[in-house]
Nanobody, 125 residues
Framework: QVQLVESGGGLVQPGGSLRLTCTAS????????MAWFRQAPGKEREFVSG???????YYADSVKGRFIISRDNEKNTVYLQMNSLPPQDTAVYYC???????????????????WGKGTQVSVST
């Protein structure tokens, strides 16, 4: 059974940085696309950033230039470095793993079969 566990969330002041970590278990991690989504109160879950099985990276326009996604296949881990955080980045951040191996990248949530429980990121003074 695939399990994803996020960590690294917390409270940070505007302009600050956080690094989220997603540790996966239960499958050959390196063969699957991975992504980070987020959901703010009263809003729908949205794509934030993703990394393909081949290492290509993808970003939502709202985070481009501020967030960096990376993966360490030996550690079964995906990272999301978040910089220059404004209050609008406040949300629960979820790690997700694609349903099928070696698939074309897709930012749609339906393409992701496994999800972590999320980690809260709060940007406030």
């Amino acid at each position: 059974q695939v399990q994803l566990v996020e960590s690294g969330g917390g409270l940070v002041q505007p302009g600050g940085s956080l690094r989220l970590t997603c540790t996966a278990s239960g499958r050959t991690f390196s063969s699957y696309n991975m992504a980070w989504f987020r959901q703010a109160p009263g809003k729908e879950r949205e794509f934030v950033s993703g990394i393909s099985w081949s290492g290509n990276t993808y970003y939502a326009d709202s985070v481009k230039g501020r967030f960096i996604i990376s993966r360490d296949n030996e550690k079964n881990t995906v990272y999301l470095q978040m910089n220059s955080l404004p209050p609008q980045d406040t949300a629960v951040y979820y790690c997700a793993c694609a349903a099928n191996p070696y698939s074309a990248y897709d930012v749609g949530a339906l393409r992701y079969e496994f999800w972590g429980k999320g980690t809260q990121v709060s940007v406030s003074t």
